[in-house]
């Protein structure tokens, strides 16, 4: 995977500031498109767009996530995070040396709290990226009886997604989920499932040739929400009424009391789903066990 120098001199060094150097004319473009019809943006909203764009690129270096020509469909629920992976996403294609298509879908579903409206489809128009909107029943395709959840609202998008994917040949799909999100269903899965297994960066299902990639995992959902109110788009982005159970509201709680001392923790937390060491885990039916001395 092939990045241009600009982005990996400033993902390698963190102290980099970036108004004493050329890259700061380069993140300027990357901040303010033209024709972009949101609020001009100030030098700390070009700081910040620096910052994600980093970690975004970040992730693009440690994970297999696009190879050359691949064709990318952006999953688009309207909410801030998924806003800003594409906005982020398109700002990267202009600079990353390995070329790739994007292309932008929302499904629109009938009922209300999770639609885009007309003011969002004007947002995605002044940054020149190709969209869609697929209406799907996701209401009416529950059986009788049966009650509106998130897993069952999440499984038909998904289902659409890799339908529209497979039929107009894109070979990766991009998700929104955010650090948070990923150590928030890692909690979950540990209380919940015995288990230690979590949102993977890159994922290749068994039954689909489509691979789903989160471009967001090393971006703190903080670091979204101070994002979009500085692009001006916060009060755009919509929100699931169905978007929060309360197991996740559980594990979120855990993960704040976790990183109370400092977000630092959080990443720590994340390098360690990459670090594990067997030999200190009691896996049943494993390895024999280390001794003490």
Known sequence: MAISAEIRSLWMNPSLKLEMSGIADIYA?????????????????????????????????????????DRLLVALSGGKDSLSMLYLLTRLQKSWETPFYIKALHIRSDFSGCSADERMEEIIDSWGVDYEILDVPIRGRLKPGRSL????????????????????????????????????????????????????????????????IRPLCYIKEREIVEFAELMGFSTYATSCPYGQTSKRLEARKALELLASRGEYVKDKMFESMSRVNLDYLPVQDGPEVPSAG
């Open 149 to 212: 959840n998130c897993y069952w609202c999440s499984t038909q998008r998904r289902m659409e997604l890799l339908r529209y994917a497979e039929a107009h040949d894109f070979g990766v799909i991009a998700l929104g989920h955010h650090q948070d999100d990923v150590l928030e269903t890692l909690l979950m899965n540990m209380a919940y499932k015995g288990e230690i297994s979590t949102m993977m960066p890159v994922m290749k299902y068994d039954r689909y040739p489509q691979r789903v």
């Open 29 to 69: 473009n990357f901040c303010y498109p033209p024709g972009m019809i949101l609020k001009p943006l100030d030098r700390e909203a070009r700081q910040t767009a620096a910052r994600l764009s980093k970690k975004l690129a970040r992730a693009f270096l440690n994970f297999p996530m696009l190879k050359e020509n």
